[in-house]
């Protein structure tokens, strides 16, 4: 049973409100609507080309890899020059490679290695952009409400990503996917221009240092020498990985064969989402002392929508599963930034960030190619229970540190620690997500 600090006393603002975060927030909303509707888009747009469902995956496949390739070098570079500056050149690749994967698509029958090349592009945009806005991000608030600030942050780029998917999948039904992807482009300008003002002059003058290696090892001790953060990060490694199977692979058969097609499938997708909402609501009040406790305990609901897809459950019964499971990854979603922002040194945020956003995706694209083998080896049914029990066995192991069960929250100004000594056998392995939404 996880402890629970008494409730801070409301205030008229609910969270800080500073111009960075506010910049922040109102970027991420936007982007998150291009984006989200994109996604769908560019599936389509190779179907409409003529290409299969190998074909989408290749695509999407052409994404994940540089985004895996660049990260850890996106995180370096996040911490030598001004976060904003790279969020900036992210989006303009961003903006450029989706305007001109739109005039391709408007123009008719784009060729797969175009769009594969031009997903690349987003892909590698991604990889340096994610790190420098988490470091940016948690720079940009303070004290015990930050904890609040995360949780309203996440809130509004759930909604962004729901409302997305929503208005991408209904524009791409009244018109070309291509419009939705210039929608895309759209906004990743519109969004970059608004980070370009972000304000780093209260971010203190980077130490010149020994190069981007020398960088990335500072990094990587930073990681390894805090038994909570690889420990967790190891377990999200598998966590995510088991999830991406179950939901991009064999949730879309589950539905197919006995759910009764793709319309409710997608309504289990969308209670997911409302449960993120309901979860960063939830944070948005609830400040349990033993971060890292509350936070792993509430990872276990995530083996329920595997299971339910195995059994299968009816579509309403696995929509009630997948929005509990969307709530509660919420709360360790929030206890996980709180932990980041508490515990890691201002300078070093987006190294560290880019090592837990590596493992976030490092697996993914293995467990998504063996899912098929593996159904045909032993079955869909026991592959789905597999993905379970994965889940439950690494997150009940992570319990074991004893950091995970007893990091506490600090109360009053919090000052960032300096990493602990590393340990002279310290385990290594680079892994998890940090956070799931």
């Known amino acids: ?10 205030s008229a603002r609910p969270v800080p409100a500073g111009r960075n975060y506010r910049l922040l927030t109102v970027a ?11 996604l769908i888009a560019a599936a389509f747009a190779v179907l409409q080309a003529g290409g299969s469902a190998g074909d989408v995956g290749l695509v999407a496949a052409a994404r994940t ?3 895996v390739l660049f990260l850890l070098i996106g995180g370096a570079v ?22 001109v994967f739109a005039v391709l698509v408007l123009a008719g029958e784009p060729r797969l290695w175009q769009m594969m090349v031009l997903t690349a592009l987003c892909g590698t945009g991604q990889a340096f952009f994610s790190p420098a806005a988490e470091g940016m991000l ?9 904890s609040r600030a995360f949780a309203l942050f996440r809130m509004s780029t759930q909604g962004a990503a729901i409302g997305g998917a929503a208005l991408g999948g209904a524009m791409i039904a009244a018109m070309d996917p291509g419009w939705v992807l210039a929608v895309d482009a759209a906004a990743f300008a519109v969004a970059g221009a608004l980070r370009a003002f972000l304000d780093v002059s209260h971010v203190p003058e980077r130490a010149p240092g020994g190069g981007l290696l020398a960088d990335l090892r500072d990094g990587w001790k930073e990681f390894t020498g805090r038994p909570w953060l690889w420990a967790v990060v190891a377990q999200f490694s598998v966590v995510v990985a088991a999830v991406g199977a179950a939901e991009a692979v064999y949730g879309p058969l589950v539905a197919r064969d006995s759910l009764g097609g793709a319309r409710p499938w997608g309504f289990a ?7 993120n909402l309901a979860g960063a609501l939830l944070m948005m009040r609830w400040k349990p002392r033993r971060l890292l406790l509350a936070g792993t305990l509430c990872v276990f609901p995530l083996a329920l929508p595997s299971a339910g897809l195995a059994v299968p459950l009816s579509a309403t019964w696995l929509c009630v599963v997948m929005f509990a499971s969307g709530t509660a990854i919420e709360v360790f979603g929030v206890s996980w930034m709180t932990a980041m922002h508490q515990e890691i040194p201002e300078e070093k945020l987006s190294r560290v960030a880019a090592y837990d956003w590596f493992g976030s995706v490092a697996m993914v694209p293995v467990a998504t190619a063996l899912a098929g083998p593996v159904e045909s080896l032993v079955g869909r049914g026991t592959a789905l229970w597999g993905c379970s029990a994965l889940i439950v066995l690494v997150t009940a192991a992570v319990l074991f540190v004893p950091d995970v069960r007893n990091l506490t929250r600090r109360t009053g100004s919090v000052e960032v620690a300096a990493a602990p000594p590393v340990p002279p056998a310290s385990a290594d392995p680079e892994g998890a997500l940090g956070r799931l939404g």
């Open 269 to 275: 997708l969308a209670a997911f989402g409302a449960g």
């Open 65 to 67: 890899v540089p985004l």
């Open 28 to 38: 991420s909303i936007i982007t998150g609507l291009g984006t989200h509707g994109a």
């Open 138 to 146: 948690m720079s940009s608030v303070s004290g015990e409400q930050a």
């Open 1 to 10: 049973m996880t402890d629970a600090a008494a409730p801070a006393p409301r």
């Open 78 to 99: 996040a911490d030598r020059i001004p976060r904003h500056r790279v969020m900036v050149a992210a989006n303009a690749l961003n903006c450029v490679s989706q305007g």
